[in-house]
């Protein structure tokens, strides 16, 4: 219904996803004009950053286009609407990510792709037809990650009913965060993103694996095809998650 009632005006959604597509190339405009004063950004050309940016810009472009409504969760148990959605047919979480489904998301992914074409042309090597297949791969699972995350929070919305802005952090955040090399950032942080909160396996892990580059926590070759499983594993936590935050979900009376 939503995605027939956004076609029904079809000047308003390509110019409203002609501007989500530009507004998220203004995230990469910041990246060229970095590249402007520079050579290399942490040992990184600019067609290898501008890899990590599209990939990453694409795998969330595509866990917003489905799951992006998941932030919502909080302000539907608040209200009360909730609650109609428990008694219909049909399982919440189907209704939750379909709900207002905003087909313009589609902009990112579009903008992501124009620009992984651009840094594929940039880089100095040429990826075999293997390489391209582990590079979909790779956007394929940061996109299942990154909605496996957006579901989780709002899961825990159950329990905090306000924490949108902690599942943006996240994923935005996540976003904002793999769109540069891991070696312009601390140690600290790059064990956070590998191990307590798996960001580092959306792009970065398996990225370094194609641009034959070595890993700056010294992680064995093995990890670099960890993103699937890293996927299924946090797609099998949130089911636990979002099925005990149902079970102990109590109508706030709205």
Do not use: K
Request: proline share 4%; with cysteine; net charge neutral.
């Amino acid at each position: 219904m939503w995605f027939r009632s956004t076609l029904a005006y079809r000047a308003s959604f390509l110019l409203t996803t002609l501007g989500h597509a530009a507004s998220s190339a203004l995230e990469f405009a910041g990246i060229l004009i970095i590249f402007s004063h520079v050579d290399q950004l942490g040992g990184f050309s600019v067609g290898e950053v501008a890899l990590m940016y599209a990939t990453a810009s694409c795998s969330l472009g595509l866990a917003d286009l489905f799951l992006g409504n998941m932030d919502q969760l909080g302000a539907r148990i608040r209200d009360g609407s909730v609650d109609t959605m428990l008694i219909r047919p049909v399982p919440l979480f189907a209704q939750v990510a379909a709900d207002r489904f905003v087909l313009r998301r589609v902009g990112r992914i579009i903008q992501g792709v124009l620009v992984l074409g651009w840094a594929i042309s940039r880089l100095d090597t040429t990826f075999s037809p293997l390489e391209y297949v582990l590079l979909a791969g790779v956007i394929g699972c940061g996109a299942v990650i990154f909605g496996a995350l957006w579901a989780l929070g709002g899961a825990f919305q159950f329990w905090a009913q306000d924490a949108a802005q902690v599942q943006n952090a996240v994923t935005y955040g996540g976003n904002r965060l793999l769109q540069y090399p891991p070696t312009i950032y601390g140690t600290e942080l790059l064990r956070g993103v590998t191990y307590l909160v798996p960001l580092a396996f959306v792009n970065w892990i398996p990225l370094l694996r194609l641009l034959d580059r070595e890993s700056p926590l010294g992680l064995p070759g093995w990890v670099d095809f960890l993103s699937p499983l890293v996927a299924v594993a946090l797609c099998v936590l949130t089911a636990v998650v979002w099925r005990v935050g149902i079970r102990t979900y109590r109508s706030t009376g709205s």
